[in-house]
Nanobody
Framework: QLQLVESGGGLVQPGGSLRLSCAAS????????IGWFRQAPGKEREGVSC???????NYADSVKGRFTISRDNAKNTVYLQMNSLKPEDTAVYYC?????????????????WGQGTQVTVSS
């Protein structure tokens, strides 16, 4: 059974950093594009970043230059390094998988989702 588990969330001060992990089980990440999405209270889910099967990446304008997505196929894990965090980055962060070859920040393109991890940026 395909399963994604996020970890690494927490409380951090503005300007701080966190690294989120998305660990896969039941399938091999090599054959999937992986996306990170977030949802803040009262807001719609939005795409943050994704990495394709060929390791091309895509970022939302709001996180470009601050967030970096990467994958370690040996560990079957995708990471989201988040630097220079802002209060507006506060949200539940989800990772998701798709068998599409391309990487687009549209939640409708993703088939399998993790349970989410809370990120809170506050002083």
């Amino acid at each position: 059974q395909l399963q994604l588990v996020e970890s690494g969330g927490g409380l951090v001060q503005p300007g701080g950093s966190l690294r989120l992990s998305c660990a896969a089980s039941g399938f091999t990440l090599d054959y999937y594009a992986i996306g990170w999405f977030r949802q803040a209270p009262g807001k719609e889910r939005e795409g943050v970043s994704c990495i394709s099967r060929s390791d091309s990446t895509n970022y939302a304008d709001s996180v470009k230059g601050r967030f970096t997505i990467s994958r370690d196929n040996a560990k079957n894990t995708v990471y989201l390094q988040m630097n220079s965090l802002k209060p507006e980055d506060t949200a539940v962060y989800y990772c998701a998988a798709t068998t599409l070859r391309i990487c687009i920040l549209d939640s409708r393109s993703f088939d399998s989702w993790g349970q989410g991890t809370q990120v809170t940026v506050s002083s």
